[in-house]
């Protein structure tokens, strides 16, 4: 099949989390499968930036155009290149004035939020792209609502055209609660038909709404774990779609995301200070002993190393973390926090880091260096999430012999099986069910007390160190549903 991947993100390129991840590697294990892919993505400044310091090759694959629609005229310059490692086809669409900015969701200068604008003319210049460079998809992969027009303008009249002739349309929900909602004054903006503008299309209690025309319009619709997929039907986790969801449920899916296991393996980690495999974790303890000092804390080899690696912000649920990280390291624990979001979370763990120097390591950014050190250094990863389409985070501990403490929700029910004492043989990690502080710190106190027994340890660190996360067994899934389309 011939595929087209419509993206905002796609890693290492530009990204800010989960949807450049998956951008970044579905599209290689659809091509180790035999399928023609092309990725299509914006030309950022980080783009830019990205190819300039790699000194990746990147050339002009059609000089700027005007791309018209309903109103609007904009212009689009098309450049070619490929997938890093690849020979995968990457169309970057380049406009100044859309894409040239400090940050890829970054609003104009003068503060307003264009993203609406924005991702219109990037699904506008997408279509045109296709027609300018001959590319003929069977499929149409749509992700989030940055490309969510995508499958509404193939409803609407673009497979009337010869590029679109035959294409059908996936879209993929990578995180529900960001949905494309904008005032209805802008619906003109779309140069849809006025029949779209009703609640069984873009129409969303008098807002419009472009996720939900995607929901509706599209072939199939994905997202990113089974559990997710079901927990989005209810009106707990549905973000006002859950009835939408539920009628459309036969062409829902919940396909697991994968991991980069050549750049996630501890044998081969050219960033660790020591590598190790299954069954072999000498190297394990070395990374923890250079991982403490590069943190300044004192090695202790049978103290456990709790870590954080994430967005500091609420969905992460470190509301929960911060009450009960000093009780943690009270009770015999050190930490290890790289991340960057919300001030508040910021403050609350560099003042935690501040006056507990000895146990607690506060990094307030983002390293992609140090956080493979800290995988492969940590003993216990906690992941408290509210909310969590899929994570990858957990996956990647798990590929380096840490043990997650998650909170039971969306991807990391489907990826972690909890310790309770009678399942060494099968269980993975430690979980906990509802939105509380107290739950969160009993299970971590559960895990570091089995930290404690090397034998039931080792086994857990074995159990998740054998996980098939690789995007080639997500790959196979998604064929199905390309099939279905």
């Known amino acids: 099949m011939r595929i087209l991947f419509a993206t905002a993100e796609v890693s290492p390129i530009a990204k800010t989390g989960g949807l450049g991840d998956v ?18 993505m914006p030309f950022y400044r980080q783009a830019r930036e990205w190819f300039s310091k790699n ?15 309903a109103n609007w005229s904009a212009d689009a310059a098309f450049l070619r290149a490929t997938l890093p490692g690849t020979d995968i086809p990457l169309i970057l669409v380049a406009n100044e004035y859309f894409f040239d900015r ?3 969701y970054s609003p104009r200068m003068d503060g307003v939020d264009d993203n609406f604008e924005r991702f219109t003319f990037f699904t506008r210049a997408i279509i045109r792209g296709c027609e300018l460079l001959g590319i003929t998809p069977d499929i149409v992969h749509a992700h989030d609502w940055h490309t969510a027009l995508l499958p509404v303008y193939l409803h609407s009249g673009l497979r009337g055209s010869d590029n679109f002739r035959n294409a059908r349309s ?21 140069g849809l038909h006025e029949r779209y503008w009703a609640p069984d299309a873009l129409e969303h209690f008098r807002d419009l709404n472009l996720m939900k025309g995607a929901i509706i319009f599209a072939d199939q619709v994905t997202t990113v774990s089974p559990n997710y997929a079901r927990e989005i039907q209810t009106s707990e986790h549905g973000a006002g779609l859950d009835g939408v969801l539920r009628l459309l449920s036969p062409k829902l899916s919940g396909i697991l995301n994968g991991i980069d296991v050549d750049e996630w393996n501890p044998a081969t980690d050219e960033l660790l200070d020591a590598n190790f495999e299954a069954g072999k974790l000498h190297g394990k303890s070395v990374s ?43 009770a015999g624990a050190q930490a290890i926090i790289l991340g960057s979001g919300e001030p508040q979370y910021e403050h609350a763990f560099s003042q935690i880091a501040a006056a507990h120097s000895d146990s607690c390591y506060a990094h ?4 992609n260096a140090l956080a493979h050190r800290i995988y492969a250094g940590a003993d216990i990863l906690l992941m408290p999430s509210i909310y969590e389409p899929c994570g990858l985070n957990q996956m990647y501990a798990l590929r380096y012999g840490t043990v997650p403490v998650v909170r039971w929700t969306g991807g990391l029910a489907d990826t972690v099986v909890p310790f309770d004492g009678t399942n060494k043989s099968t269980a993975t990690g430690f979980g906990f069910a509802s939105m509380s502080s107290a739950d969160l710190y009993a299970t971590t106190w559960i895990a570091m007390l089995n930290y404690k027994d090397t034998r039931v340890w080792k086994t857990l660190q074995a159990n998740g160190m054998a996980q098939d996360f690789s995007w080639e067994r997500s790959a196979r899934e998604y064929e199905v549903v390309y099939g279905r389309a």
């Not at 090759?57 to 000089?63: D, G, I």
């Not at 995180?175 to 802008?186: P, V």
């Not at 943190?295 to 509301?319: M, Y």
Request: proline residues 7%; glycine residues 6%; aromatic residues 6%.
């Open 102 to 104: 400090e940050h890829i």
């Open 23 to 40: 951008c970044g590697s579905l599209p290689k294990a659809l091509a180790k499968l035999g399928h023609e892919v092309v990725v299509f």
């Open 288 to 330: 923890k002993r250079m991982l403490a000092k590069e943190a300044g804390l004192k090695a202790k080899p049978k103290t456990p190393l709790l870590a954080v690696i994430s967005r500091l912000v609420d969905q992460k649920g470190f509301q929960l973390l911060i009450p009960v990280l000093e009780r943690l390291l009270a």
């Open 170 to 190: 996936v879209y993929t929900i990578h995180n529900l609660n960001y949905q494309g909602i904008t005032s209805a004054i802008r619906f003109p903006i779309l």
């Open 55 to 69: 000194a990746a090759e990147l050339v002009l694959a059609h000089p700027s155009t005007p791309i018209s629609w």
């Open 364 to 367: 307030i950014g983002f390293d």
